[in-house]
């Protein structure tokens, strides 16, 4: 019930975010004393309501103005005095300059806030260094994450200056699997972003229902799913495979135990169940797939795989290459990761309607299975199986952004990326 209350407070305060806001006004709307307001209210975003509502105005002012208002109209129409005002209070709530945001990242309109739906972490910029302060580092810059294709900030993760990245989960499952992953991948020489330890020489740290860890940024940049168009995108797409096939080697030979997953049955049993009546695909492909993969999924060779190498996760430097963020590694079929980065590089870039692109994408797409192929040797049911799941991959992100309103543009891009792959399966075989 108080998370439902809270949750009213926060769609007030998003309906009237030009208007002066008051921690009074929403206490008392919400029935509560003053005090228990603002621990409720804590407790359920992460933030101080005063600070929350600042963030929320920052972030909506921002997507205004780089939609083509004008600064002081648009810093004035939300409550901040003079630009100067409005530009101080941006820094020291994103770690970033109003312009320096908008020149590197995709700014996008604010999703709303829905604290009933699946889980969400903020903490603020002050939180942050309160916890730094366990490995020394509480003087370092903190600054959010944000994705520069898709204009997402992290809602799991903070940089700490120019070397490090703070990192915060409820889950203390991932925390350990990030560790013993990255301590493995090293110990067979492969470059990892590496886990800092405390001054105490603790792995990572609790503060209430949150586990924080520190691990070492690595050197390069992000690889950005717009480049793999660009002139010589099948030489880049190769070089992808090849790295993520020898990512698939070394998860092989490190030592590390991670929980089984069935995507098969992730598929047939939760996935196409949550999408019916939201896909308009025939029945009777459904069915030939689903008995297509089901002989194929028992046939394919398994192990510890990253789970998530979406573009921003693998990091490229020169001829120097890593992949990070290994929270949600499992044992699943290898090839599972190749069609994850090929699905997201499409996603990334999917534009309803133009078929150029994701007619392009085939031949990409194709590149990276064939440079995978080149260090791993996939077996001829791996091969088969390339179409069902990239397919798979598809009917799980789409079922899982269904259910969350911040993610609203995502699941409708991925609902007709879906849709596509559907009308072309056949051309997804990449070893015809």
Not at 226 to 238: F, I, Q, V
Not at 262 to 283: F, I, M
């Amino acid at each position: 019930m108080d998370r439902q209350v809270i949750q009213k407070c926060i769609d007030y305060i998003e309906e009237n975010l030009k208007t002066e806001i008051s921690a009074v006004e929403l206490g008392s709307m919400s029935g509560y004393s003053l005090f228990h307001f603002y621990r409720l209210f804590q407790t359920a975003t992460g933030m101080p309501v005063m600070q929350y509502i600042t963030r929320r105005k920052l972030l909506n002012a921002i997507w205004e103005i780089a939609s083509g208002k004008k600064m002081i109209d648009t810093a004035l129409e939300y409550g901040f005095g003079t630009y100067a005002g409005f530009y101080k209070s941006f820094v020291r709530e994103t770690g970033y300059t109003p312009a320096h945001y908008m020149e590197t990242c995709k700014v996008k309109k604010p999703c709303r806030i829905n604290i009933l739906q699946k889980e969400l972490i903020m903490i603020s910029q002050k939180k942050a260094s309160e916890m730094l302060k366990y490995w020394g580092l509480e003087n370092e810059k903190i600054a959010d994450i944000v994705y520069e294709e898709t204009g997402h900030i992290s809602g799991s993760a903070k940089y700490a200056g120019e070397k490090y990245i703070l990192k915060y989960t409820p889950d203390l499952g991932r925390v350990k699997k990030a560790i013993s992953i990255a301590e493995a991948l090293e110990s067979v020489g492969l470059s990892s972003p590496g886990v800092l330890r405390t001054k105490d020489g603790a792995d990572c740290i609790r503060d209430g229902e949150l586990y924080f860890f520190v691990t070492r940024r690595m050197t390069g940049e992000r690889l950005k799913a717009g480049s793999m168009y660009m002139e010589g995108h099948e030489e880049k797409a190769r070089f992808i495979g090849e790295i993520i096939g020898q990512l698939s080697l070394a998860l092989k030979k490190a030592d590390v135990i991670t929980d089984d997953t069935d995507t098969y049955g992730t598929v047939a049993g939760w996935a196409l169940p949550k999408l019916k009546g939201k896909l308009s695909v025939d029945p009777k492909f459904i069915d030939k797939y689903l008995a297509e993969f089901s002989v194929l999924y028992g046939r394919l060779p398994r192990q510890t795989i990253h789970r998530d190498p979406n573009p921003g996760n693998i990091i490229l430097s020169g001829d120097k290459w890593g992949f990070i963020d290994f929270e949600l590694s499992e044992r699943n079929a290898r090839i599972f990761d190749p069609c994850y980065t090929s699905a997201a590089i499409l996603s990334e870039s999917f534009e309803k309607g133009n078929d150029e692109k994701p007619a392009r994408w085939i031949s990409i797409m194709k590149e990276i299975m064939y440079g995978y192929d080149s260090v791993v040797k996939m077996t001829e049911e791996e091969k088969e199986a390339v179409p069902c799941v990239l397919l798979a991959n598809q009917f799980i992100a789409a079922a899982w952004f269904s259910d969350i309103d911040r993610y609203k543009e995502l699941y409708d891009i991925n609902i007709a990326m879906t849709e596509w792959m559907v009308r072309n399966f056949d051309r997804l075989r990449a070893f015809d």
